[in-house]
C-alpha cells in the first residue's frame, strides 16, 4: 500500500469510533485493507509514541528480563507495538512472539507483518487460557475500551507476566486509569518508568486531581518536510507535532533484567532524589513553571530564569520527553527552583 490507495471512508469511519469510544463495541477491523491503512498511518504515529518509550528505557539501561523469551501483544490490531519491541531490544532476544486480539483480521494481519520483518521468529496466536509461561506483557492503546471487569482480567494476566510495557494516549482520563493499574500491581512488581520511586502515586493526593502523567513524543525530522505526512494531517485533523502518551513499565520483583544494570528499586540506577517533568515546562519570559513528581508527591515549582540562566536554556529547548532531574530547591521556600541537572 502507498499514500495513493489510501481509504479515507475507512480511516474517517475507525477515527470516528476511537474518538467516540464506541471502537470497543465489536471487532472494528472489517476488512484487511482497514488494517492496512491504519497500519499505514496511525498505528505509524502510535509507533512513533512507542519509540520514545523504548529509547527512554535504553537511556535506563533496562532490558526485558531473561527469563522471558516470548512476547504478548495484548489487543495486538496491527501489531505495531510488538515490531516496534523486537526492533528496539532484538529478535535474537526472543523465541516466541504471541498474538491475541478480539479480531481473527488483525492477528492475521499483525502475524503477516512481523514475519515479513522476523522471517526467524517463533509466531503464534495466543490461547489466553494457556499463556506462555515467561512472557513481556504488551498493551497499547486499550485502556479506554475495556469495561472494569475486562480491565481485572488484564490486570490478573500482567499478574503473571515477567515485565509490563504499557502505552496509552496521554489524556487526563487514560492516564489516571493507568495509574489505577500502577497502584494494584506495585506490590508485585519493580515500577521501572516513567515514576522516578515505588512510592504510591502523588497524583492520587488530594489537590493533585487537575494532573496527570504524560509526556509527548517526537515526530521523526522529517516529518514535516514529507507531503504526504503533512496532506494526511491536513486531511485527518491531525496536529502531527503532538503526541501526548502515558505509560507504564513493569517487571516483576524476581525477574532480573538481561541488561547490564537492573533497574529496580533493590539496586536502582536512577537516584532517590530524582524527579520527573509531567507533561511539558511551561516557559515563560522570565520563569519556567513546572510539575515535577519525585517520591515526595507532585508538586507545582517555579525556575526563575535569573536564578539558573543555563538550566532555564535548558527546559526552554528541552527535548519532547526530558529526562529525570535533580533539583536545588530554595530551603525557605520549597516550590522555588534554584538549580538542578538532568539525572
Not at 490461547?127 to 482480567?153: K, M, Q, Y
Not at 496536529?239 to 533497574?263: E, H, I, M, N, W
Not at 532517590?272 to 515546562?281: K, M, V
Request: glycine fraction near 6%.
Amino acid at each position: 500500500m502507498d499514500w495513493t490507495q489510501l481509504d479515507w471512508q475507512a480511516l474517517d469511519r475507525l477515527r470516528d469510533g476511537f474518538i467516540k469510544g464506541t471502537a470497543a463495541v465489536g471487532p472494528y477491523w472489517r476488512t484487511p485493507a482497514d488494517l492496512a491503512n491504519y497500519d499505514m498511518t496511525y498505528a505509524e504515529r502510535i509507533g512513533w509514541k512507542w519509540d520514545a518509550v523504548l529509547s527512554e528505557l535504553r537511556r535506563r539501561n533496562w532490558t526485558p528480563p531473561a527469563s522471558a523469551r516470548a512476547l504478548l501483544d495484548w489487543g495486538c490490531g496491527s501489531g505495531v507495538a510488538s515490531r516496534r519491541v523486537l526492533r528496539a531490544f532484538g529478535p535474537e532476544n526472543f523465541d516466541t512472539l504471541h498474538l491475541w486480539d478480539h479480531s481473527p483480521l488483525a492477528r492475521d494481519f499483525a502475524a503477516q507483518a512481523a514475519r515479513r520483518d522476523f522471517p526467524d521468529l517463533k509466531i503464534e496466536h495466543s490461547a489466553l487460557r494457556t499463556p506462555p509461561s515467561a512472557f513481556v506483557l504488551l498493551l497499547s492503546h486499550v485502556i479506554n475500551e475495556l469495561s472494569d471487569a475486562s480491565l481485572a482480567e488484564l490486570t490478573a494476566l500482567a499478574r503473571r507476566a515477567g515485565a509490563v510495557i504499557w502505552v496509552e494516549p496521554g489524556t487526563h482520563a487514560d492516564s489516571r486509569a493507568l495509574v489505577s493499574v500502577r497502584e494494584k500491581l506495585r506490590v508485585d512488581f519493580d515500577i521501572v518508568a516513567p515514576c522516578a520511586h515505588a512510592a504510591p502515586c502523588g497524583l492520587l493526593a488530594p489537590g493533585a486531581e487537575r494532573h496527570w502523567c504524560h509526556n509527548f513524543a517526537e515526530p521523526p525530522r522529517n516529518i514535516y518536510a514529507d507531503s504526504d505526512w503533512v496532506k494526511f494531517g491536513k486531511r485527518a485533523g491531525v496536529d502531527l507535532r503532538s503526541l501526548p502518551y502515558s505509560f507504564l513499565v513493569l517487571q516483576k520483583k524476581s525477574a532480573p533484567s538481561a541488561g547490564t544494570a537492573r533497574v529496580s528499586r533493590a539496586d536502582s540506577v536512577v537516584p532517590d532524589a530524582a524527579a520527573r517533568i509531567i507533561g511539558r515546562p511551561r516557559i515563560h519570559k522570565a520563569h519556567a513553571a513546572i510539575c515535577s513528581c519525585d517520591a515526595g508527591g507532585v508538586n507545582d515549582l517555579t525556575l526563575y530564569k535569573r536564578d539558573a540562566t543555563v538550566l532555564f536554556k535548558q527546559l526552554d529547548r528541552a527535548p519532547a520527553h526530558p529526562p529525570l532531574y535533580i533539583w536545588k530547591r530554595d530551603p525557605s521556600n520549597p516550590s522555588k527552583i534554584l538549580g538542578g541537572a538532568p539525572s
